[in-house]
């Protein structure tokens, strides 16, 4: 990996990610999670003040080494047990059907197989169990996406491998996850970057 990969980009995705009209979006969904929680795309532990007392166990998959060290800091004494894996959501480490919640946040759009990693959360999850998603993606308006093709292959040399024109409910739908709530429309900045898809989806039984 690079020392950009490495040491520069954890930083600065730490720092954009830390925006307000981010942590309002977390304020409004990642409290939802309850039971034993699998956060895909940990990161930096920006969700880790936005979890209550109803989650009994929190496990935290990332690629990025760094990027958890920089979230460490953000530990505390807490109500639940944090326990951080190193390793791809393609091929999560946990049992069949041992998850009530599956939480991610600006993750699907930089895991290289989105479909693959979407197929082993709802492995884990228990029927019934809630992926609660904050996700950008593909925009509807075709000149929006024009550009989120256009720019896809240069933005994802430099940001991690994110995709901005990912069509994440059809992501969730090809998965067998359905959506009981599901909010779209464009946040703050610039429109290739910010349409947003956000809500709560459930796995069958």
């Known amino acids: 990996m690079t020392v950009w990969g490495r040491l520069v ?7 954009v990610m830390r925006n307000q009209a981010a942590a309002t979006e977390r304020a409004r969904l990642v409290p939802l999670a309850s ?32 990027l958890w060290r920089i979230g460490r800091r953000r530990l505390g004494p807490g ?15 946990v049992a069949d059907r041992r998850v009530d919640t599956v939480v991610t946040t600006w993750t699907l759009c930089s895991i290289p197989d989105a479909g693959a990693a979407l197929a082993e959360m709802r492995r884990v999850l228990r029927p019934g169990g809630r992926l609660v998603f904050i996700e950008h993606g593909r925009s509807p308006d075709p000149s929006v996406r024009r550009w989120q093709d256009r720019l896809t292959p240069l933005w994802a040399r430099v940001a991690g491998g ?35 898809y956000k809500g709560v989806a459930v796995a069958p039984g």
């Open 162 to 196: 994110c995709h901005l024109n990912r069509p994440i409910d059809a992501l969730l739908e090809r998965a067998g996850f359905q959506p009981i709530t599901l909010d779209r429309g464009y946040g703050e900045g610039p429109r290739p970057m910010s349409y947003l």
């Open 79 to 93: 109500s639940f047990p944090i326990r951080y894996v190193v390793g791809s959501a393609e091929v999560l480490p």
């Open 9 to 15: 980009l954890p930083r600065l995705i730490d720092l």
């Open 35 to 66: 039971g034993v929680v699998l956060e895909i795309g940990i990161g930096s532990a920006l969700n880790l003040p936005y979890y209550t007392s109803a989650v009994r166990a929190l496990v935290g998959v990332d690629p990025s080494e760094e």
